[in-house]
């Protein structure tokens, strides 16, 4: 079989493919924009790079938290400016949308708490001019919000349809083999641990943590991955506990 020209020049052929899929997603919302007559249309290709994601339901769960968190955001910040006349009392309530927003972050799972971090980011964003550079700061700032609402929107069409499905019946294979792998460590502690016995383990464990945080991105963007998601959490809970109670019965 002749290899292609990417091969031919070391390159990765998939990810060269993808990465003019991205110059071309870049490119198409900076035009867009300035064919709108958007001011900084070079905004418009910042979110680009970070909404693209390696599996389809990642990629639209992500996109729409992004929109949610910018619209979200943007709100606040513009309510902010309009409805609260002193300058210290907006850097007040604003630290307080942020410090919250931060908090989400660490609390909501998955790609969820990426709508927080920008609800808070295009708050910051909205307000902080306004109160540092008065002139023309609402163009700016409404320029940033449909400049990012531009990129998000060209990159999910642009890549969309190139992105591979999740690898959600793959996570579930995995997980039901460590599920048996920690079902015969079980038994065999229950007879007392050896070196290779504990050298097992931790490769064991390394590989259900590595299962349990992946499982929350590859199951986004699906109703059905989210239902099967808190099965599949408390199959690998209920793992570790009788690899835990095997441990302690055979000491």
């Not at 110059?23 to 007559?37: R, V």
């Not at 790079?49 to 599996?55: E, M």
């Amino acid at each position: 079989m002749k290899a292609g020209p990417a091969a031919r020049l070391g390159l990765d052929g998939p990810l060269v493919a993808h990465g003019l899929r991205l110059a071309f997603a870049a490119w198409l919302a900076f035009t867009i924009a300035t064919l709108l007559g958007i001011p900084h249309a070079y905004w418009a290709a910042t979110p680009i790079w970070v909404v693209a994601q390696p599996h389809k339901g990642l990629l639209f769960e992500r996109a729409f938290f992004r929109v949610a968190g910018t619209l979200v955001g943007a709100g606040f910040g513009f309510a902010l400016v309009h409805l609260v006349d002193l300058p210290w009392l907006q850097l007040l309530l604003l630290s307080f949308w942020i410090a919250i927003n931060g908090s989400l972050t660490h609390i909501l799972r998955g790609v969820h708490g990426y709508g927080a971090l920008l609800s808070g980011m295009t708050a910051a964003v909205v307000v902080l001019p306004m109160l540092f550079f008065a002139e023309d700061a609402t163009g700016t700032a409404q320029a940033r919000v449909i400049c990012t609402l531009i990129g998000v929107v060209v990159v999910t069409l642009v890549t969309g349809f190139f992105t591979p499905a999740s690898p959600r019946q793959e996570l579930y294979d995995r997980v039901r083999r460590l599920s048996r792998d920690a079902l015969r460590f079980a038994a065999a502690a229950i007879d007392g641990l050896t070196g290779a016995d504990a050298a097992a383990e931790r490769k064991l464990l390394a590989a259900m943590s590595e299962a349990s945080e992946s499982a929350s991105l590859i199951t986004a963007g699906s109703v059905d991955g989210y239902r099967r998601l808190r099965h599949v959490q408390g199959l690998l809970v209920a793992a570790l506990a009788t690899m835990a109670a095997a441990q302690a019965s055979g000491q």
